[in-house]
């Protein structure tokens, strides 16, 4: 799309006050036109045939959206507007990827009257000079458009519409959007997840992703544990499954994981699956990270369990994920009210076991939680030295 050309800023555009700031946006508030005024003009527009928008899109008035999480900025600003359709950009970072199909789809039948308001936000750059170092372009807030600064009207919403309308109607047609002014990289991120989630339901990878460019601290967290592992959370660009070792498809497991057990335990079951098969992708399927979380919340607080002796026992070439998961598979389908999960950590738990003895052995597979419980404290009862008895010898009476 064509660039805005960038200029040095003038002297009073640079290090704006908190005061020029909140001066500015009293003064673009009071000429932002109300809910009221925005329907007149959009009927007026439909009147005049503009863009043949026909009358199904909706304008939503500053910060107005209803029965969602997101909580809009203090200086938020909306506003609608018609934008030329190639002065619009999308950002991959947090947006679907681009399924060509869907655009033919919509290109084929394309149909103006039928297109829904794009949700934009408006992202402001310009050189700025710091103290120290050199001038540089960065992203600024104050809604302040002036000669010196570069405008990209970035797509939160409505990709697929956008190629559409440009593969149907060229880059020179003008598109309903309704504009968000100020918008930080996590904001655009959360109104993406909750437009395109009405849209077409995300799935959980989808969800990640978006959560990861906008900064959520849990998304972050579960980012920061698999990479610390030596794994990668799937994101997008290239079928799920297709050969990607060390890439975990299985999203929504993590997270089920990490808000059942905590980031510990989470850190935990990828570490021992690495250290059992590294990158194989076999070894980071649902059932698999079910499977083991399963066998630690049964006997992780035994005495003498160890996630070593797991990490060992399952890197036996015969003990291949694979392997388990088939077997696992087999034996859910042929007992009543079991999960391949649960055959998984039943599989595990027996694989714990072999070449084990005396307290180093876990508890039965059927044994219940106090009998775990007794074990346990008997284990440590015998491996644990007894205490010194207080005698002359060592300075008792």
């Known amino acids: 799309?064509?660039?805005?050309?960038?200029?040095?800023?003038?002297?009073?555009?640079?290090?704006?006050?908190?005061?020029?700031?909140?001066?500015?946006?009293?003064?673009?508030?009071?000429?932002?036109?109300?809910?009221?005024?925005?329907?007149?003009?959009?009927r007026e527009a439909r009147l005049a045939g503009a863009g043949g928008t026909g009358n199904r899109h909706n304008f939503i008035g500053p910060a107005s959206t209803s029965g969602i999480s997101y909580t809009p900025p203090a200086q938020a600003r909306t506003t609608f507007e018609f934008i030329r359709a190639g002065d619009l950009v999308v950002d991959p970072r947090y947006n679907r990827d681009i399924k060509q199909k869907w655009v033919e789809q919509i290109a084929d039948t394309y149909n103006p009257d039928q297109l829904q308001a794009l949700n934009i936000s408006r992202r402001l750059f310009r050189v700025v000079q710091r103290s120290e170092g050199a001038a540089k372009e960065e992203q600024v807030f104050d809604a302040n458009v002036t000669s010196a600064t570069r405008i990209e009207n970035v797509v939160i919403s409505g990709q697929h519409r956008l190629?559409?309308?440009?593969?149907?109607?060229?880059?020179?047609?003008?598109?309903?959007?309704?504009?968000y002014d100020r918008l930080t990289n996590s904001q655009e991120a959360e109104l993406f997840a909750l437009f395109d989630e009405q849209v077409r339901p995300h799935q959980p990878w989808q969800r990640h992703k978006a959560h990861v460019f906008g900064g959520n601290p849990q998304a972050l967290d579960i980012e920061r544990?698999?990479?610390?592992?030596g794994l990668t959370v799937y994101k997008?660009?290239?079928?799920?499954?297709?050969?990607?070792?060390?890439?975990?498809?299985?999203?929504?497991t993590l997270y089920s994981i990490y808000n059942l057990s905590g980031r510990e335990m989470l850190n935990r079951i990828l570490e021992i699956h690495f250290s059992a098969w590294t990158d194989n992708q076999e070894g980071y399927t649902a059932p698999m990270l079910q499977?083991?979380?399963?066998?630690?919340?049964?006997?992780?607080?035994?005495?003498?369990?160890?996630?070593?002796?797991?990490?060992?026992?399952?890197?036996?070439?015969?003990?291949?994920?694979?392997?388990?998961?088939?077997?696992?598979?087999?034996?859910?389908?042929?007992?009543?009210?079991?999960?391949?999960?649960?055959?998984?950590?039943?599989?595990?738990?027996r694989y714990y076991q072999q070449g084990k003895k005396g307290y180093a052995r876990l508890p039965e597979?059927?044994?219940?939680?106090?009998?775990?419980?007794?074990?346990?404290?008997?284990?440590?009862?015998?491996?644990?030295?007894?205490?010194?008895?207080?005698?002359?010898a060592n300075g008792g009476k």
């Open 163 to 179: 190629l559409a309308t440009l593969r149907a109607k060229g880059p020179d047609f003008m598109l309903p959007c309704i504009i």
């Open 291 to 349: 499977g083991t979380a399963l066998l630690i919340r049964r006997f992780g607080g035994y005495s003498e369990w160890r996630d070593e002796y797991l990490a060992i026992s399952l890197s036996d070439p015969a003990h291949n994920p694979l392997n388990i998961r088939q077997r696992a598979q087999g034996a859910a389908s042929g007992i009543s009210a079991t999960s391949i999960a649960q055959e998984v950590a039943r599989l595990e738990h």
């Open 236 to 252: 997008g660009s290239g079928p799920m499954g297709a050969g990607k070792d060390g890439v975990i498809f299985a999203v929504s």
């Open 225 to 229: 544990i698999t990479q610390n592992c």
């Open 365 to 392: 597979w059927n044994a219940s939680p106090r009998e775990i419980t007794l074990a346990s404290d008997a284990a440590r009862a015998r491996t644990t030295p007894p205490r010194a008895k207080k005698g002359p």
């Open 1 to 42: 799309m064509p660039k805005t050309p960038i200029t040095t800023p003038e002297p009073e555009d640079e290090d704006l006050s908190q005061e020029d700031l909140d001066a500015i946006t009293k003064e673009q508030m009071a000429d932002t036109p109300t809910v009221s005024e925005m329907r007149a003009i959009q």
